[in-house]
């Protein structure tokens, strides 16, 4: 069955760095845009960035752009997020996706990582 297993979150001063992993199985990694979503406390899930299944052309929230690179490894079967001048703003829990074959939506998440950002 589909599993996508985050790590990598934890905590870190204000303008510190982390560097997420989601290890995918299950599925043909390869042929899949995978994503990163996040969630802070008490809001709703805010899209952060994604990646075209050859790895080409990532996206980045507007929040985000600038300070996080997202990348994978189809050889690992592992998506990546690098998150650089990290603040209060980019705590959150995050999740990675796998896009659904029709595209536009997701169908697998996995169970979330937690990055919180203090002082």
């Known amino acids: 069955q589909v599993q996508l297993v985050e790590s990598g979150g934890g905590l870190v001063q204000p303008g510190g760095s982390l560097r997420l992993s989601c290890a995918a199985s299950g599925f043909t990694f390869s042929s899949y845009l995978m994503s990163w979503v996040r969630q802070a406390p008490g809001k709703g899930l805010e899209w952060v960035s994604d990646i075209k299944s050859g790895g080409g052309s990532p996206y980045y929230a507007d929040s985000v752009k600038g300070r996080f690179t997202i990348s994978r490894d189809n050889a690992k079967n592992t998506l990546y997020l690098q998150m650089n001048s990290l603040n209060a703003e980019d705590a959150a829990v995050y999740y990675c996706?796998?896009?659904?074959?029709?595209?536009?939506?997701?169908?697998?998440w996995g169970q979330g990582t937690q990055v919180t950002v203090s002082t």
């Open positions: 996706a796998k896009e659904c074959e029709w595209g536009n939506a997701y169908d697998y």
